[in-house]
């Protein structure tokens, strides 16, 4: 599926949230700062897609070494050139399963994933993955869709996001099961305060979250407990 839709997947990104999808992965880079500005830190993207989160995690921190992976070879594609245009030649992009990454325990100073927790066939898997590669103390930041409070708010944007977003996305990109598959999986997600729950459960410690445009996502950020 993602395959399918990863030529057209920017520009439906930044059509369909308005840009504001560039806010949220600049807020997610600047919160991981403080654990990636030491020179050499390192810093993985899982299910990075098209890099956008990479390249805007290399902007934030230029003496880090970023790595962004995902399980997609046509979306792994998109992100090199994007980063080779963008004159970023220092990421590698590498193939690799969330629910079994490719690196040894303990390597980064920072994890993040945007978008991707959602898909992944156990949400507690992928945390205790991204915890695994995490050092002890590090950071590990949760971009994903959550659940609107404002009920008001939560009503237009589930018309929005149930019946508009599908058929634009749809005509776009080809695939109106992937525009389909969007609200399911998040419906299916568990919602930011569980979210919160399940990274405690799973061996974060200062676990926080911020709602983003009304909780339409949220960020959740959280620290490697130490052994
Ligand atoms: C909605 S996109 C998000 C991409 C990117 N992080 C962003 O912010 O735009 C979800 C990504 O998760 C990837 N993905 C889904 N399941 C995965 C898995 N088990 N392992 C690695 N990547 C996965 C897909 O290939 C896709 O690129």
Redesign the pocket.
């Known amino acids: 599926m993602?395959?399918r839709i990863?030529n057209r997947?920017?520009l439906l990104?930044h059509l369909l949230s308005g840009n504001t999808?560039k806010r949220w992965?600049r807020l997610v880079a600047r919160r991981l700062r403080g654990a990636i500005e030491a020179e050499g830190a390192r810093a993985l993207?899982?299910?990075?897609?098209?890099?956008?989160?990479s390249l805007e995690l290399a902007r934030t921190a230029a003496g880090a070494r970023i790595i962004g992976?995902?399980?997609?070879r046509p979306?792994l594609e998109i992100a090199a050139r994007k980063a080779s245009s963008a004159g970023v030649s220092s990421i590698p992009f590498v193939e690799?399963?969330?629910?079994s990454l490719p690196f040894a325990d303990e390597s980064f100073d920072a994890v993040s994933?945007?978008?991707?927790l959602r898909?992944?066939?156990s949400v507690e898997g992928?945390l205790r993955e991204l915890r695994r590669v995490l050092k002890p103390r590090g950071r590990a930041a949760i971009?994903e869709f959550s659940s609107p409070v404002v009920p008001g708010f939560r009503a237009l944007f589930g018309f929005y996001f149930t019946r508009v977003l599908p058929r634009i996305g749809g005509l776009l990109s080809g695939s109106r099961a992937a525009y389909e598959y969007?609200p399911d999986s998040v419906s299916r997600f568990p919602d930011q305060r569980r979210l919160a729950e399940l990274m405690t459960e799973t061996g974060f410690e200062e676990v926080e979250y911020q709602n983003l445009t009304g909780g339409i996502a949220a960020l959740h950020l959280g620290t490697r407990r130490a052994p």
């Open positions: 993602f395959a990863a997947y920017d990104n999808d992965r993207d899982v299910a990075c897609g098209t890099g956008d989160l992976t995902d399980f997609c979306m690799g399963d969330a629910l994933i945007a978008f991707g898909n992944l066939s992928g971009l969007l």
